[in-house]
């Protein structure tokens, strides 16, 4: 099955400044690739994702890139604000409808410096 | 805070006690699934269910059980047989169709703590 990992498992960044959370995944199969966002005590939402046949995709302040030949994708934040602290969790799936799932990371806690 | 309802928020159980916790939703989704969230663990997929009377064992689905009776609700069992079940449990929906089939908006989650 699919196995996906995030590194480094905390983060520590000033206000301001660009944070990069980092995932690997094993199936090379996978094409869909979301990336999860939860605050302290609420529930995970999904802030941006990717599918396997565009190489970047950007939302204001946050991106995520794609590289297939190395098995991995990471999130860019940029201009990091106190409300980005927060885990994110990255996940990997076969896009392919009927019991098609999700693997998760164990998550990074991202804390942002005022 | 629509749309996907987990009860109760807090629970506490005796050992050897079986419990269950609910969800439901409102948004017409086909797909939902369980996961146990535990620090440092990330979320791990309990079972999930792509239609009704039709669920699915996760990655680690030993010591609970699920039905599907009703589109709208997916209950976990916890039994007495799950070894460590103190926990926060998610459950989340998703449309199921291909397009959108794993996005997954999630409940506020339900913490059980085994006393």
């Known amino acids: 099955g699919e196995n996906v990992e995030q590194h480094p498992s905390t983060l520590s960044v000033q206000e301001g400044d660009s944070a990069v959370i980092k995932c690997t995944y094993s199936d090379s199969a996978s094409n869909y690739f979301p990336w999860y966002k939860q605050e302290l005590g609420k529930r995970p939402q999904l802030i941006i994702d990717?599918?396997?046949?565009?190489g970047e995709k950007k939302d204001q302040r946050i991106a995520v890139t794609l590289n297939k030949t190395a098995k991995h994708f990471s999130l860019h934040i940029t201009e990091t604000q106190p409300e980005d602290s927060a885990v994110y969790f990255c996940a990997a799936s076969r896009n392919s409808g009927a019991n098609s799932k999700l693997t998760f990371g164990k998550g990074i806690t991202l804390s942002v410096r005022p | 805070d629509g749309g996907i309802t987990q009860s109760p928020k807090y629970l506490f159980r005796k050992e050897g006690q079986n419990v269950t916790l609910s969800c439901e939703q409102n948004l017409n989704h086909d797909a939902m699934y369980w996961y146990r969230q535990d620090p440092g663990q990330g979320l791990r997929l309990i079972y999930y269910?792509?239609?009704?009377?039709?669920?699915q064992k996760g990655d680690i689905a030993e010591g609970y059980s699920v039905s599907r009776e009703k589109k709208e609700s997916f209950p976990l069992t916890v039994t007495s047989a799950q070894k460590n079940p103190t926990a926060f449990y998610l459950c989340?929906?998703?449309?199921?169709?291909?397009?959108?089939?794993?996005?997954?908006?999630f409940g506020a989650g339900s913490r059980l703590t085994v006393l």
């Open positions: 989340a929906s998703s449309t199921g169709h291909l397009s959108g089939a794993n996005v997954l908006t």
């Open positions: 990717i599918r396997s046949n565009v």
């Open positions: 269910s792509q239609i009704v009377n039709d669920f």
